[in-house]
């Protein structure tokens, strides 16, 4: 693994449902963050990891959840999915948080909500 | 509120200059970010600025006003391959990244 990785790559998903975005980093970044990107509009921040163990919310947490059990995994889960969650979602690092350090990002997961 | 302001789209030739402005308001400023995205792909970091001024690398330049809320990214010699999405992003008071929607860059032959 080289970065950070996300799967899946897409997902179709009928309402209702619960679905888990995986994102994994191995740089050992202690931030990390969820963002989704929708046409017309700037990234959004969803939720976010300054270090292992702790969790905050960002501008658009309101349907979504996560976990941060160690430092490389960053789960982002949809409990129940509605059509409004359909978006590009991207995962990011940095070396920490609650600093100006540089974001990198995974490939994103495109999920399309029915 | 915090609000981010670039242009949506920008066409320029192959070979010539292309300036891409975006003006900011937020609460609080620990810098700028300049991000490349191609479509289908992840954002890509191009430059940071923090201080007053022009940083040069390489093709691309980006300049900061902080009185103003003005920055701009300035791309030389334009080549195809600078067909993409340039997103500036203002890091605010709580280090949280605050994104413009991005400008679409549309180069031509």
């Known amino acids: 693994i080289a970065g950070i990785t996300q799967a899946p790559t897409s997902q179709i998903l009928a309402a209702g449902r619960r679905m888990t975005l995986r994102c994994t980093q191995d740089?050992?970044?202690?931030?990390m963050y969820w963002y989704r990107q929708d046409l017309g509009l700037g990234l959004r921040l969803i939720h976010y990891?300054?270090?292992?163990?702790?969790?905050g919310k960002g501008e658009v947490p309101d349907g979504y959840s996560v976990s941060r059990a160690n430092t490389d995994d960053f789960p982002l889960t949809l409990a129940s999915a509605v059509p409004s969650q359909t978006s590009v979602y991207f995962c990011?690092?940095?070396?920490?948080?609650?600093?100006?350090?540089?974001?990198?990002f995974g490939p994103g997961t495109r999920l399309t909500v029915l | 509120g915090q609000n981010i302001d670039q242009p949506t789209e920008m066409t320029a030739t192959e070979g010539a200059i292309v300036q891409i402005n975006c003006t900011y308001q937020?609460?609080?400023?620990?810098?700028l970010f300049w991000y490349q995205q191609h479509a289908g792909e992840a954002p890509t970091f191009l430059s940071y600025?923090?201080l007053d001024g022009l940083e040069e690398k390489g093709r691309f330049s980006s300049f900061l006003s902080r009185s103003k809320g003005y920055s701009y990214l300035l791309l030389k010699e334009l080549q195809m391959k600078d067909s993409a999405s340039y997103l500036c992003?203002?890091?605010?008071?709580?280090?949280?990244?605050?994104w413009g929607a991005g400008t679409k860059l549309i180069i031509k032959p």
């Open positions: 992003a203002v890091m605010d008071s709580n280090y949280q990244l605050i």
């Open positions: 990011a690092s940095s070396p920490s948080g609650g600093r100006a350090d540089t974001q990198y």
């Open positions: 937020t609460s609080g400023f620990n810098g």
């Open positions: 600025n923090v």
């Open positions: 990891s300054n270090t292992a163990g702790t969790t």
């Open positions: 740089m050992r970044h202690n931030a």
